[in-house]
Nanobody, 126 residues
Framework: QVDLVESGGGLVQAEDSLSLSCSVS????????LAWFRQAPGKEREFVAA????????WYHKSVKGRFTISRDNNKNILYLQMNSLKPEDTARYYC???????????????????WGQGTQVTVSS
């Protein structure tokens, strides 16, 4: 049973920073790809960032590239998302996910994800 538990969400102002964490259990953490997705009210869930289990490879959605950083601690089994220069349009519920496959172009679809966390809410006020 794969278990993913997110934390770190909250209410911040535009240009603030926030760090999300995802504690992962039930799987060999260092051998799996992991990602962050988000879903705003009335919108589809979308890819934010992904971390491969090899070579420190990462992918980012173009809307967050340069502002967000995904990282992982293979000793603590935790996935992180450091979010800087937050914008109101970043407001969403953020979900941690275990990837089933990789897309070299970074086109990760939520339809290909089998395991999700419960999500953590991020709200950015203007």
């Amino acid at each position: 049973q794969v278990d993913l538990v997110e934390s770190g969400g909250g209410l911040v102002q535009a240009e603030d920073s926030l760090s999300l964490s995802c504690s992962v259990s039930g799987v060999l953490f260092k051998s799996v790809g992991l990602a962050w997705f988000r879903q705003a009210p009335g919108k589809e869930r979308e890819f934010v960032a992904a971390s491969a289990h090899f070579g420190g490879v990462t992918w980012y959605h173009k809307s967050v590239k340069g502002r967000f950083t995904i990282s992982r601690d293979n000793n603590k089994n935790i996935l992180y998302l450091q979010m800087n220069s937050l914008k109101p349009e970043d407001t969403a519920r953020y979900y941690c996910a275990k990837l089933s496959t990789y897309d070299e172009n970074g086109n990760f679809s939520p339809n290909n994800v089998r395991f999700w966390g419960q999500g953590t809410q991020v709200t950015v006020s203007s």
